[in-house]
């Protein structure tokens, strides 16, 4: 060894590391390397035996360790970025609710400058009920939040919860939560009293009339912000139709809208159609002003209201829902992406690979009998064959059974076009498909070549012209015993080009964008009636009608134990590894789904908590219209019609924005996923973000915050026409 070196490997003890937290582990690691070599310093290590041996540690843990500190930094960033909504909002509640709150006490202040309080005493006051209360507020928003770890990690779907079958114990270090508190409070206490600054600064008359200059917002930005970020929104709009690039080519700029965009469109995009929705009113007397609703109160609805106050409200609403928007369709676009992850993996109820070719028969059979069921079973197998087409190379083709279009579980991204039934009758009808790769060396359109004019998602019919007829010959070797020969015989069939897959549902996806898929048809004229009507193999998957759920686990189970199956898949026990490691992260259904629940609540409290502000503001207003002869009726019908008004324009803005949300976010969880891959080592996932709009549950989120604000203004108008006319008007 005097010249030599050698290699010595051990197993580590995984009962002996810490898992308390990574910095144990990594702590525990390095003292067992500096106890190995003998020392840090390589001139004090020790030397093992006579001869003088030094040893040099390293193990693959701390390695790994390490890995998974900067995936871990990776994944807290991403949900960072997708809970920034909801700080946002969050922000944007304390902020307008703090200044209407503070606005009701505009004469409470000014009354005290008159008997002698001071501005710096006044500001003390306000500053202390709002630390009083964000403190409590904050403390019980951290109970909340660790209270509603466990829920957000046990979520498989969009709201849907399986239990972790794990204890979690929620904990936040020391100094996390300090800087959480500080952050928090510290921005509520520096708006409160940059607000309290500028009304302890009005002069008493302008405060006791209620005058109060207001800057002019910078409409030039919010016009920025929504258009740049729109851009995000229409690129994905865009490729999600067909378009290769969309409309930015440039990956790194693209990558740049797509992360940033979101919240751009989200803030312009709030701040301009705010004073849309502020402007509700207006839009509704245009369509309404002949109708008797308005008749008699039409004059009222002129210049009343608080215009900053009915302005901040439209904002509220356009915020919440389309955070509601964006939660909902982006969790239930992340569900079925789950759900068609497992329909890519298995096809169909089973995969199964049996110890000896069989027929399609006696797989039925026997999955029936194991079963112990009265259950209709149906088996299908892909054939794959080398065809060689027209003064071309061998290419690998897949066979479509006729039973395969019940069978396994299609959805459009699959084949051409979006209308399955009609490109499986495409199939059986002698037609034929082919990866971009494929079409390219076929020299057929869909390659991508040309750029968008060739390719597109598009089922060919038998007049287009970009449709062709290729023939395709298969070889049949066989052995001549008489001779001591190979002999080879050509079967040929004519196919039709219907245009270019991605997948079949059960198959291996690694070769599909240089293979063909043909139907049943021309594999019968290659392989004659006899050799079809036989088809007998050892792969197999199996559509099971009248067994799902975890009954089919246990049947996957059954049939592993059985000898004649040397393995088998089930789509539930595949969906379920999925929904907990796999999609684009870990956590990311349990983050949209307290996103969903979080906003939707705000909703409906922030419509009826700033409504009945709102409502208090005007009180002098709905008594002059009393005093001058204005009947209860006629009340009611005029803050109905104006805040109804303001509350359905804006809900119909927000929930637009949150639609221009979810594409825009498309793209910034595409960008994410692409990270992830690459950082894992993985293939990226062939399954395309659909959007779902899941219109159900979006009304019923609108209705709530409808019936909020239709109680809010009962109930607050009433009070105000049940108050005393002359102690109103005085202000009292």
């Known amino acids: 060894m005097d010249a030599d070196h050698g290699f010595l490997g051990i197993t580590l003890d995984r009962n002996e590391l810490p898992g308390s937290s990574t910095d144990a582990a990594t702590e525990w690691l390095g ?15 020790e030397e093992y035996t006579d001869a003088g041996i030094m040893l040099e540690y390293n193990d693959l843990v701390s390695g790994s360790i390490g890995f998974f500190r900067i995936l871990l930094g990776l994944i807290a960033t991403f949900d960072y970025i997708l809970m920034i909504p909801i700080v946002i909002l969050s922000l944007s509640v304390l902020v307008y609710g703090l200044v209407l709150s503070l606005e009701q006490r505009r004469r409470e202040i000014s009354i005290h400058r008159v008997i002698g309080a001071t501005s710096k005493g006044l500001r003390g ?140 469109l989200w803030i312009g995009g709030a701040l301009l159609l705010g004073r849309l929705g502020a402007a509700g009113p207006r839009i509704m007397q245009f369509f309404f002003s002949r109708s008797p609703l308005l008749s008699d109160v039409k004059r009222g609805l002129k210049g009343s209201g608080s215009a900053e106050s009915v302005n901040r409200l439209a904002v509220i609403m356009l915020l919440t829902l389309s955070i509601v928007t964006l939660a909902a369709v982006q969790g239930y676009t992340g569900t079925l992406v789950d759900e068609r992850t497992a329909d890519v993996s298995v096809g169909s109820d089973l995969q199964v690979v049996m110890s000896q070719e069989n027929t399609s028969a006696e797989v039925e059979a026997a999955i029936a009998e194991i079963s112990g069921r009265d259950v209709t079973v149906t088996a299908v197998h892909v054939p794959l ?66 750029g968008d004019s060739d390719s597109g998602d598009i089922l060919l019919g038998e007049s287009d ?19 001591m020969t190979l002999e080879t015989t050509p079967h040929n069939t004519t196919l039709r080009y219907i245009g270019t897959h991605e997948f079949i549902p059960g198959v291996a996806t690694g070769e599909m964008g240089s293979s063909i898929i043909i139907g049943e048809s021309g594999y019968r004229d290659l392989m004659g009636n006899a050799r079809v009507d036989n088809l007998a193999a050892t792969t197999w998957i199996v559509s099971v009608d009248g067994i799902s759920g975890d009954d089919l686990s246990a049947l996957r189970v059954s049939l ?77 019908r005029l803050v109905l019609f104006e805040i109804l008004s303001i509350i359905i324009v804006s809900m119909a803005l927000g929930m637009l924005l949150g639609m221009g949300l979810a594409l825009s976010f498309n793209g910034l969880f595409n960008v994410f996923g692409f990270i992830f891959q690459l950082f894992l080592g993985g293939e990226s996932s062939i399954i395309s973000r659909e959007l779902v709009w899941p219109w159900m549950e979006l009304g019923l989120v609108a209705l709530a915050v409808f019936a909020a604000v239709v109680m809010a203004l009962l109930y607050t108008t009433r009070k105000a026409l049940r108050s005393d006319l002359a102690s109103v008007l005085k202000g009292e």
């Open 31 to 45: 003292d067992l390397s500096e106890k190995s070599e003998g020392g840090r310093e390589i001139e004090l290590r």
């Open 560 to 636: 592993e134990a059985d000898t004649r199956f040397d393995s088998a898949q089930d789509w539930e026990t595949a969906h379920d590894h999925v929904e907990r490691n796999g999609g684009l992260i870990f956590g990311t259904p349990g983050l949209l789904t307290l996103q969903f629940i979080v906003a939707s609540v705000a909703a409906v409290a922030s419509a009826f908590v700033f409504l009945s502000l709102v409502l208090n503001q005007r009180q002098k207003e709905l008594a002059v219209l009393q005093a001058i002869g204005a009947s209860p009726n006629q009340i009611i």
């Open 465 to 483: 012209d970009r449709t062709e007829n290729v023939t395709f010959t298969w070889n049949e070797v066989t052995f001549n015993f008489s001779s």
């Open 125 to 264: 006051m306000v500053l202390l009920e709002l630390a009083v209360i964000a403190t409590v507020a904050w403390f019980l928003g951290y109970l909340s939040a660790m209270a509603a770890v466990p829920a957000v990690l046990a979520s498989v779907g969009f709201l849907q919860f399986e239990p972790l079958g794990v204890t979690v114990n929620p904990r936040l270090s020391i100094v996390a939560t300090l800087f959480t508190a500080m952050a928090t409070l510290g921005l509520a206490l520096i708006f409160g009293r940059n607000r309290t600054k500028e009304f302890m600064e009005l002069e008493i008359d302008e405060g006791v009339s209620k005058v109060q200059e207001v800057a002019k917002p910078r409409v030039w930005l919010h016009w920025v912000l929504f258009l740049v970020g729109s851009l995000g929104a229409i690129d994905t709009w865009m490729e999600m139709n067909g378009s290769e690039d969309g409309l930015i080519s440039s990956w790194f700029v693209e990558g740049l809208v797509n992360i940033f965009g979101p919240f751009m």
């Open 385 to 450: 064959l080398t065809l060689i087409p027209e003064d071309g190379e061998g290419i690998g083709a897949y066979v479509l059974m006729d039973e395969s279009a019940d069978v396994l579980r299609w959805f459009p991204q699959a084949i051409p076009g979006d209308d399955v039934s009609a490109a499986m009758t495409a199939y059986q009808n002698g037609g034929f498909t082919a990866g971009e790769d494929a079409a390219y060396d076929l020299d057929l359109w869909g390659s991508g070549r040309g």
